[in-house]
């Protein structure tokens, strides 16, 4: 990770080998070019610091007295908790709105912040929704055995969600265009709004590539130019060329030729 001597040094909790949901925080940093420490991918060691502090459901506290974690990612902070404790918090968006306005993510203005949110929480949803199409009954089912629920899913999802928040994004993009110049959500440089929906879309491109294609043309902007010109903003062109990228494989996006469009 690049170095930066102004930042504590943020640790990563979340599951190996997957991009998931922790790939908008790791997004978000190399972005940035604020170093930070993937645990469970840095050593053999590191899943289990993170299961430790996030997955024991008997505990009462996390780490350090922080109060007990739902579930992975969680964030650690050396020195920012309580008497210069570890502060230890969780959930997607939290994190990014905990780390944004301190690595530069963020608008100065309290409305604009309010919007990256709102943004980021809606393409949260979305990244959601990818999920359940192969998995709708249960996560604890495999996907074949849920398979005939999955592919009606998976025509409701691209029939249905897919145009519905590309419409909301390409509608914000242009919003913003007098400002953003097309290449931002919100103000004129990029925020954690950008990456959260542009790792969505990634991710859609992967799981669905013929519905992705199909809907490029009919969203022109949002996945042609501003996709495009998000892959090179700040570190993101060196780390999506790098190993530090995690393939998508089992995570939120899979790709199964029978739920993509026919």
Do not use: C
């Not at 029939?159 to 590309?166: H, I, Q, S, T, Y």
């Amino acid at each position: 990770m690049s170095a930066s001597s102004k930042h504590p040094q943020y640790e990563l909790l979340y599951h190996p080998g997957i991009p998931g949901r922790g790939e908008f925080i790791r997004l978000a940093f190399e972005a940035a070019g604020v170093s930070y420490s993937d645990i469970a991918n840095e050593s053999s060691e590191g899943y289990g610091i993170v299961q430790k502090v996030t997955m024991q459901q008997n505990s009462i506290e996390s780490d350090a007295g922080n109060p007990p974690i739902f579930a992975p990612p969680a964030l650690r902070v050396p020195g920012a908790g309580p008497s210069g404790r570890p502060l230890v918090i969780s959930q997607t968006p939290n994190i990014l709105q905990y780390i944004g306005a301190k690595i530069g993510l963020v608008p100065d203005d309290e409305v604009g912040r309010l919007y990256v949110n709102q943004l980021t929480l809606t393409a949260l949803d979305f990244n959601n929704d990818a999920h359940d199409t192969h998995h709708p009954i249960a996560n604890y089912l495999y996907y074949e055995d849920q398979k005939e629920t999955a592919l009606e899913k998976a025509k409701d999802f691209r029939e249905n969600r897919v145009p519905k928040f590309l419409s909301y994004f390409a509608r914000t993009l242009k919003w913003n265009h007098d400002v953003g110049k097309g290449k931002y959500l919100v103000g004129d440089r990029l925020t954690y709004a950008d990456l959260t929906v542009w790792q969505v879309v990634d991710g859609l491109k992967f799981a669905f590539p013929k519905e992705w294609q199909a809907r490029s043309n009919e969203f022109e902007e949002l996945l042609g130019p501003y996709y495009e010109n998000i892959k090179t903003e700040g570190g993101l062109k060196d780390y999506l060329t790098s190993k530090r990228r995690l393939p998508y494989s089992m995570g939120v996006f899979r790709y199964y030729p029978e739920l993509d469009r026919p």
